[in-house]
């Protein structure tokens, strides 16, 4: 499967964005899908995760109350709504899939992923 993000940009301090990762193939609906981070000089970290069916989703502490992940298999799409946005969001954010998982599993680690995005980069001025 072929991932393309998009809907980063330059916003700013409580401003929104909100991040689509488009899938190709047939088997959308059956991955789970993550969004990570990666800011300069840290490591890449999860953001947020849903499962086949939406029936589970997980948030990084940071982001909780503030991003919501959602997904619509009909389009193949994963989105990332980014609310209260902070200096700290500032990175380079990726969609990644998994074709593990169930319609409640998830993965917040990078290795239980398959596929990646090519990434979109969220600055956030302060």
């Known amino acids: 499967v072929q991932l393309q993000a998009s809907g980063g940009g330059l916003v700013q301090a409580g401003g929104s964005l909100r ?22 000089g840290k490591e890449r970290e999860i953001v947020a995760a849903i499962s086949w069916n939406s029936g589970s989703t997980y948030y990084e502490n940071s982001v909780k109350g503030r ?29 990644a899939a998994s074709s593990r998982g169930s319609a409640t599993v998830l993965f917040t680690t990078g290795p239980a992923y398959s596929y ?5 980069q969220v600055t956030v001025s302060s």
Not at 19 to 40: D, N
């Open 19 to 40: 991040l689509s990762c488009v899938a190709s193939g047939r088997t959308f609906s059956s991955y789970a899908m993550g969004w990570f981070r990666q800011a300069p």
């Open 67 to 95: 991003f919501t992940i959602s997904r619509d298999n009909a389009k193949n799409t994963v989105y990332l709504q980014m609310n209260s946005l902070k200096p700290e969001d500032t990175a380079v954010y990726y969609c």
């Open 116 to 120: 990646w995005g090519q990434g979109t």
